[in-house]
């Protein structure tokens, strides 16, 4: 069984702030998503890293994917009440045979204060 | 383009009773995910159809059972519901549903059992 351990499950800030978001494993994956959730909402996709030490930048938001394909990380600078949401990583499992499979991490819930 | 669309967003059902919960996945894409979420299990796979056939399955009872119709549409059903049936269910779609592929998430169906 893949996992995914995702950390810290919950994270409140003062608008401003810088945040790191993790996302562990002792598996390989062919790539790991990074999705947001608001509440009432399905997850949105905000971006998706394949090849290892892959680093993506979406305005403030830096995505890393690790040298081995097994963990990535969500940095966020100067955090505005917008980012208020859950954070979910996800990865597809290296075969060709994941098929609309993706294995998530439990979450983050960040809140960003005024 | 319009989004997934899942249908109904609410269900309240009584234990024992079934239920079949619809999804509508963007134009163009054929292949259909489905996902259970939980406050403590966060994200789980339940199972993929592309064409029209199942090609993926999670670690779920066969209470919970899915197809999908020739426009790709798909259908989900659960019988006997249990109380821990309770759960946020998602739909998701991608054009082929391999690995890498991103997926596009409805808004959900809330089902709640009593």
């Known amino acids: 069984t893949q996992l995914l351990e995702q950390s810290p499950q919950f994270l409140s800030i003062q608008e401003g702030e810088n945040l790191t978001v993790y996302c562990n494993s002792s598996?390989?994956?062919?790539?790991l998503q990074w999705y947001r959730q608001e509440p009432g909402e399905g997850p949105v996709l905000l971006v998706t890293v394949v090849t290892g030490g892959e680093v993506k930048k979406l305005k403030r938001l830096t995505f890393q994917f690790g040298d081995a394909r097994k963990d990535s990380s969500l940095h966020i600078t100067a955090a505005q009440p917008g980012d208020t949401g859950l954070y979910l990583c996800a990865g597809a499992r290296a075969g060709g045979t994941s098929y609309g499979k993706l294995t998530f991490g439990q979450g983050t819930i960040l809140t960003v204060h005024p | 383009k319009a989004g997934v669309t899942q249908t109904p967003r609410y269900l309240i059902k009584t234990r024992g009773q079934q239920v079949t919960l619809s999804c509508s996945p963007i134009?163009?894409?054929?292949?259909v995910s489905w996902y259970q979420q939980t406050p403590g299990q966060g994200l789980q796979f339940l199972f993929e159809y592309f064409s029209e056939t199942q090609r993926n399955k999670g670690n779920f009872p066969g209470r919970f059972s899915g197809r999908q119709f020739s426009n790709s549409r798909s259908e989900m059903n659960v019988s006997t519901l249990e109380l821990g049936d309770s759960a946020l269910y998602l739909c998701?779609?991608?054009?082929?549903?391999?690995?890498?592929?991103?997926?596009?998430f409805g808004n959900g169906t809330r089902l709640t059992v009593t």
């Open positions: 998701a779609s991608s054009p082929s549903g391999r690995e890498n592929s991103p997926l596009h």
């Open positions: 134009s163009g894409h054929r292949s």
């Open positions: 598996s390989v994956f062919s790539s």
